[in-house]
C-alpha cells in the first residue's frame, strides 16, 4: 500500500512497548497510519523506526506522561496537526504499584488513578468529540481480567480501576453506538511483557503457572481484532474466557480454594 497522509490514524497510549506497541503493529499491519505515546523518547524512536520499517504507514510520535493532567490535552494537540482523522484510541498506558495501600503515599496513589483511568476518560473526551463530527470511530480500553476478580492483597487499587473502566466503555457504548461509535473493553490476563519488571511486581508474576502466562502478540492480535468489529468486551485466549466466566459464577469463597495456585501472591495475606 501507499503512504497516503489522509489515511485514518490510529493513536496509542503506552505504545511504545508490551501490548501497546503489538496493537499499532496490528493496526498498522491493517494499514492505519499510527501515533504512539509514552514517557521515554528513546523507546518511541526504537518503536516507531521498527513499524516504519514493517509497514508502508505512516508513524509518529508523542513524548507525553499521563500522570501529568495536561498530557492528554498535549497529546489531542499533536495529532490535531496530522493530515487526515483519528478513527481509532486505544487507551493502553498503565502500570502497577509494588506496595501495599498503606505504604503508598497519596501523591502516588493520585498519579496512578489519573494514569489508569481519569487520562482514559479526558482522552477519550476530546477525541469522541470529533469521532461524532466524523461519523464514528473506534475506542479500546485496555484492561485487565482483574476487573472481575475479587480483591486483591496486591494493588489494591488496580482491579477497582479495571472495573471502573469497564463500566465506563459500557457507558461510551450505551450513549454513543447509534452514532458510530464503539468501545471495547479489552481485559488480558497474565501477558507476558516488560509490564510487571517495570511495576516492581515481577516476583508475583514469576510465580504463576506457565500455562497462564500468554505471548503479547496474542493478546494484541485478539484486541485489535474486536476493537474492530466493534465489540464490547474482549477477554483473550480461551484460558481466561474460562476464568473470567468461573469469576463470575462462583462465589468468591470457592474461588479463594485455587486463587494461591492461579494467582500465587495476589490473594495471599
Known amino acids: 500500500?501507499?503512504?497516503?497522509?489522509?489515511?485514518?490514524?490510529?493513536?496509542?497510549?503506552?505504545?511504545?512497548?508490551?501490548?501497546?506497541?503489538?496493537?499499532?503493529?496490528?493496526?498498522?499491519?491493517?494499514?492505519?497510519?499510527?501515533?504512539?505515546?509514552?514517557?521515554?523518547?528513546?523507546?518511541l524512536?526504537?518503536?516507531?523506526?521498527?513499524?516504519?520499517?514493517?509497514?508502508?504507514?505512516?508513524?509518529?510520535?508523542?513524548?507525553?506522561?499521563?500522570?501529568?493532567?495536561?498530557?492528554p490535552n498535549q497529546i489531542y494537540t499533536f495529532c490535531k496537526k496530522l493530515k487526515g482523522k483519528v478513527s481509532v484510541l486505544v487507551n493502553n498506558a498503565g502500570y502497577a504499584l509494588p506496595t501495599s495501600f498503606h505504604q503508598t503515599p497519596m501523591?502516588?496513589?493520585?498519579?496512578?488513578?489519573?494514569?489508569?483511568?481519569?487520562?482514559?476518560?479526558a482522552l477519550t473526551k476530546?477525541?469522541?468529540?470529533?469521532?461524532?463530527?466524523?461519523?464514528?470511530?473506534?475506542?479500546?480500553?485496555?484492561?485487565?481480567?482483574?476487573?472481575?476478580?475479587?480483591?486483591?492483597?496486591?494493588?489494591?487499587?488496580?482491579?477497582?480501576?479495571?472495573?471502573?473502566?469497564?463500566?465506563?466503555?459500557?457507558?461510551?457504548n450505551t450513549n454513543y453506538n447509534a452514532k458510530g461509535i464503539t468501545s471495547t473493553a479489552i481485559c488480558p490476563g497474565y501477558t507476558i511483557t516488560n509490564f510487571h519488571t517495570a511495576s516492581g511486581v515481577q516476583e508475583q508474576m514469576d510465580r504463576v503457572p506457565s500455562f497462564?502466562?500468554?505471548?503479547?502478540?496474542?493478546?494484541a492480535s485478539e484486541g485489535v481484532d474486536a476493537l474492530l468489529k466493534g465489540k464490547k468486551v474482549c477477554v483473550p485466549t480461551f484460558t481466561f474466557k474460562i476464568i473470567v466466566f468461573l469469576l463470575r459464577v462462583l462465589p468468591h469463597s470457592l474461588f479463594s480454594l485455587v486463587s494461591r495456585f492461579l494467582a500465587p501472591g495476589r490473594y495471599e495475606d
Open 212 to 219: 497462564m502466562k500468554k505471548e503479547v502478540d496474542r493478546i
Open 45 to 71: 524512536q526504537k518503536a516507531v523506526a521498527t513499524l516504519k520499517n514493517e509497514f508502508d504507514v505512516e508513524v509518529n510520535y508523542c513524548i507525553a506522561d499521563l500522570a501529568s493532567s495536561e498530557a
Open 126 to 172: 476530546l477525541f469522541l468529540n470529533d469521532m461524532l463530527i466524523q461519523g464514528g470511530g473506534k475506542i479500546a480500553i485496555v484492561s485487565s481480567v482483574a476487573a472481575f476478580a475479587p480483591p486483591s492483597a496486591i494493588q489494591p487499587l488496580y482491579g477497582p480501576i479495571k472495573t471502573f473502566v469497564n463500566r465506563f466503555s459500557e457507558g461510551i
Open 107 to 121: 501523591e502516588e496513589e493520585e498519579k496512578f488513578l489519573r494514569v489508569l483511568g481519569i487520562s482514559v476518560i
Open 1 to 43: 500500500m501507499d503512504k497516503n497522509p489522509q489515511k485514518q490514524w490510529a493513536v496509542v497510549t503506552g505504545g511504545s512497548s508490551g501490548i501497546g506497541f503489538s496493537m499499532a503493529r496490528y493496526l498498522a499491519q491493517r494499514g492505519y497510519n499510527v501515533v504512539l505515546t509514552a514517557r521515554g523518547e528513546q523507546r
